[in-house]
């Protein structure tokens, strides 16, 4: 398989002209993140017909004639299960890439299976065995060897294949909108998009904390998240969450007793002093300035009614030919039952655009 090797801005601008002369390329990037809070990108990938690049991010002056690609509203980026490439592209290059073509989505929009791999997506399409071998590989390294080169460039080789054959049975299905639509959300769950001060909402188990040990989880989950964008290190390198909740079961007057929380040595000289610091500032709130408990959601789900549309769905799902969590997830069920115990069954706001059109009046009614 040829491919050609991009470490000059004089030939990423010739490249990235080449790929403008289509309305689709196919992306795809080779990154690490191992012990970093940002992805480090390795490499880009890009496909056209004739023509497989592999673009050395590490070589490259100026990246701006891949901004441009990116954002270019008349060429369609095709990728395959692109979620982690999206916050590639963020953190290294600011923007995500418009208009956008998942083609995992687009096989399970085809009845192909839902969360399908790479590897198996194109042994359906188009009937070749795709290794795995360089998957772990360090992308940082330079230079790549032959076999990782040969393994990046497969990537786009055959989704320029695939696609063509894709986009026929989407058109053929009238779904290729289901894909476009779909394709959109991906740039709006990045976890390095979330506030700073709703980090302490990923730790589960926090509606158990009164309401001091709350105000002190939303400071120390707000500072580690600070700290791990700040030091490009992963949250539990700078404070493991098992030892921040730890911490917070303990009562009040031991808080300021990190080793009785499990923290080593070595991490109380790292944090320790952040850590009290917030303690401290948490032990003087005046009461009626703490933060309402959290509430967890106890609204209970009725087996039998989601049995009911979980049966309406797979109903859906075999007349449509594809698989039911494509259309909604076990939340998304559980979420309809609850709006109805709380007094009107409504959908949930992923339910827009086709999944509404298709499948809202189906599950509605199946709890009528």
Known sequence: MNFKWIDSDAALIEAVARCREFDWVAIDTEFMRTDTYYPKVGLLQLGVPGDNYLIDPLSIADPSPIRELLMNPSVLKVLHSGSED???????????PTPLFDTQMAAAALGLGFGLSYQRLIEAMVGEVVPKGETRSDW??????????????????????????????????GRLDWVLEDAKRLTQTLPTMVPVEDAYRRQK?????????????QDLFRWREQEARRRDRPRNRVLHDEQIMAL???????????????FHNSTIQ???????????????????????????????????????????????????GV????????????????????????????????????????????LA
Not at 205 to 217: D, I, S
Not at 248 to 262: N, S
């Open 86 to 96: 999206m916050e590639v592209f963020q953190r290294w290059l600011g923007v995500g």
């Open 270 to 320: 790292r944090v320790g002093s952040a850590v009290l610091a917030m303690v401290d500032q948490a032990l003087a709130v005046a009461p009626n300035a703490l933060p309402a408990p959290l509430q967890a959601d106890r609204t209970p789900v009725d087996k039998k009614r989601y049995k009911k549309l979980q049966d309406a769905l797979a109903g859906l799902a075999k007349g449509l």
């Open 248 to 262: 917070l079961r303990l009562p009040e007057h031991a808080w300021t007793d990190l080793k009785q929380a499990g």
């Open 140 to 173: 940082l390294q330079r230079p790549l060897t032959q076999s990782q080169c040969a393994y990046a460039a497969q990537d786009v080789h055959f989704l320029v294949a695939a696609y063509p054959k894709i986009l026929d049975r989407l058109n053929e299905a």
């Open 205 to 217: 188990g926090l509606h158990h904390l009164g309401p001091r040990a709350l105000l002190l989880a």
């Open 323 to 366: 698989p039911s969590e494509y259309i909604a997830t076990r939340r998304d069920l559980e979420h309809v039952i609850k709006s109805d115990f709380h007094g009107e069954a409504s959908l949930p706001a992923s339910f827009d655009g086709w999944r509404r059109e298709c499948a809202g009046d189906v599950l509605l009614k199946a």
